[in-house]
């Protein structure tokens, strides 16, 4: 089966950084894209960063120009580097993948468990 494991996550303080790692492991054929969501208490699940295997990358508005996301050399990982984060970044971060098995079978999409990230002085 396929497993999604985030790590990275803590707690940084404001305009401080952290990088986010997501591997994806498994019987994987190949992967169509990587993004990473987010969940603050009380909050809906929320799209932060995209980025599929042609290259196209799609970020939220609050976090355009601060954070990144990334996967070197079209690997089963993908990173979110965070920079200049500020306290309303506090949520716990999911990482999801659009993983195709098997040739000519519809791809699914598979969800980490999620690390908390924590932006207080």
């Known amino acids: 089966q396929v497993q999604v494991v985030e790590s990275g996550g803590g707690l940084v303080q404001p305009g401080g950084s952290l990088r986010l790692s997501c591997a994806a492991s498994?019987?994987?054929?190949?992967?169509?894209?990587m993004g990473w969501y987010r969940q603050a208490p009380g909050k809906e699940r929320e799209l932060v960063a995209v980025?599929?295997?042609?290259?196209?990358?799609n970020y939220a508005d609050s976090v355009k120009g601060r954070f990144t996301i990334s996967r070197p050399n079209a690997k089963n990982t993908v990173y979110l580097q965070m920079n200049s984060l500020k306290p309303e970044d506090t949520a716990v971060y999911y990482c999801?993948?659009?993983?195709?098995?098997?040739?000519?079978?519809?791809?699914?999409?598979?969800w980490g468990h999620g690390t908390q990230v924590t932006v207080s002085s």
């Open positions: 980025l599929t295997s042609g290259g196209w990358t």
């Open positions: 498994g019987s994987i054929r190949s992967i169509n894209a």
């Open positions: 999801n993948a659009e993983i195709l098995r098997l040739v000519g079978v519809a791809p699914s999409a598979y």
